[in-house]
DNA sequence: ATAGTCCTGTCCAGATCGTCAAGCATGGTG
DNA sequence: CACCATGCTTGACGATCTGGACAGGACTAT
């Protein structure tokens, strides 16, 4: 399904997207155009989902960040989730097993903002926040193996 | 300290970070050079930290996902942490404020994997694993406004 | 065995792209 | 008013990408 060349391309790519289809062919030790040929199918498969840029979000003058779980109350797991959806500050999300039904991940500027988010969703849940105070594993991919 | 055209050219990079220069010129209404430079201070400043891909896990092999919340014995906070930070399937971890101090997320491939993971931590600390169903709302940025 | 086919690779050439230098417009400052 | 700094454009050249033609190896059916 993925063999050691594509791990190498992908290996490669994760560090630097927009690596010169050159240099990468060099570094896989193929061609360019086999090289292409690669990375377009593993587009094609949705392998790499992707290729996109990884930001700061303190430069976009996000200084904080909070994981916040969230319990629905009775009958409002739908509108919950979709108010989820609908916040934008609301970077990513899972639907998880356990007391927790959502665990997401909040950026934000100011406590205030903090508040008027978790205040909305206080109307049709239970929330449970925790601020980050630092991240000791960034965004990385489990072994390719 | 970042201008709407820097802006735009971040909403274009987090779509398609591998987009040639001269079309993101013509998408942003600069010459080339112009985009280029602007690129070059935005990677110098650390607004982009890195130009990446995205992979989809289950096309590693990694079916499964967990969000792990970890509260270290007493005395093993430092352990703790080098451990997660030395456990490859752990893909993120934040320190955060409150009974948890961490919570991390792990991609594995079967809970037999998933058990040996968690049970190298149980010595040191109390877990509490989510599994993920699904995720509502996939990694995305804050507004940028 | 061998012929056919598919897959994945190479090489080459035309088309496209990135980068550099030079020069212009704008706005702030002595 | 002159000067400088900043940020833009243009044009040219070298580097890169892309598509087509072709080669070799693995598999299959005759």
């Known amino acids: 399904m993925l063999d050691d060349l594509d ?16 240099d990468l ?20 498969r949705k392998v790499i ?4 840029v990884d930001v700061d979000p ?14 629905p109350l009775p009958g409002m797991l ?4 979709k108010l989820i959806q609908e916040t934008p500050e609301i970077t990513e999300c899972d639907k998880v097993t356990g007391d927790d039904c959502f665990i997401g ?5 100011t ?9 909305r969703l206080a109307e049709r849940a239970e929330t449970n926040t925790s601020i980050v105070k630092s991240s000791p594993v960034r965004r990385r ?4 193996s």
């Open 7 to 22: 791990r190498t391309i992908i290996g490669i790519l994760v560090e630097d997207a927009r690596i010169s289809l050159k």
């Open 25 to 44: 062919a060099n570094q896989v030790g193929l061609s360019s155009p086999s090289t292409a040929e690669r990375l377009r199918r593993l587009e094609e």
């Open 49 to 52: 989902r992707s290729f996109t």
């Open 58 to 71: 303190v430069a976009l003058g996000y200084n904080l960040t909070a994981v916040v779980r969230v319990r």
């Open 78 to 81: 739908h509108i919950v989730e």
């Open 105 to 109: 991940k909040l950026q934000f500027r």
């Open 111 to 119: 406590m205030e903002q903090l508040d008027m988010i978790l205040d």
């Open 141 to 144: 991919l489990p072994p390719l």
